[in-house]
Structures are given as C-alpha cells and as structure tokens.
C-alpha cells in the first residue's frame, strides 16, 4: 500500500508543481488553490509512505516522479521541447526509481 500511495504522491508533485508554474506568483486564484491541494495531498502521501519505506528511496522515487511527468507534460503540451537528450535522460531517470523499487 505504502508504494501505491508513494506512486500516486509523485503524480501529485508534478501537478502541484505543473500549477505552481501556471500561477504566476500566486496572482491567478486557480492554478493557486491547485497548487495547495495538490501540494498537501502530495506532502501527506510522501508522508504516509515514509512510515514503511525507507526515507531516501521514498524521497527519490517521490522526486523522481514528479520530475519525469512535469517534463513529460510540459513537453506534450509545447511548453518545452522535446529532445532525444531529454527522453534519454528521462528514461534513465525512470529506469533509477524502477531500480530502486526492484532493490
């Protein structure tokens, strides 16, 4: 349950951080109040985990991630560009957190 609950906390990093982005310093009410949900929900998760995970494969796996889907978003939606570089980058990244759970 505690890996469940971490997987579904980083998705969470990256929506908080993906609003984060989008509210322009706190000054659109939206973005803003999902970038606080998502921040405490993802924070309470990461939590959680932490009581039967390991805490610096917990905090890798969360960051890792959060990292790899707010690129992979920013990417599909044209706010970033898309390189071979990155994808391989990110692949690696996947491939540590997928290790790390193997381990």
């Not at 997987?7 to 000054?27: H, I, N, P, Q």
């Not at 932490?50 to 494969?57: I, K, N, Y």
């Amino acid at each position: 349950m505690s890996w469940l609950v971490l997987v579904l906390s980083g998705v969470l990093e990256a929506v908080w951080a993906t609003a984060l982005g989008r509210s322009e310093g706190f000054s659109r009410p939206v973005p803003s109040i999902v970038f606080v949900v998502a921040l405490l929900a993802s924070m309470g998760g990461l939590a959680y985990a932490m009581r039967d995970l390991p805490v610096g494969t917990a905090y890798a796996v969360w960051v890792g991630i959060g990292a790899v889907l707010t690129v992979v978003y920013a990417m599909s939606t044209g706010q970033e560009p898309v390189s071979t570089l990155k994808i391989v980058f990110l692949t690696m990244i996947v491939g540590g957190v997928v290790g790390l759970k193997l381990v």
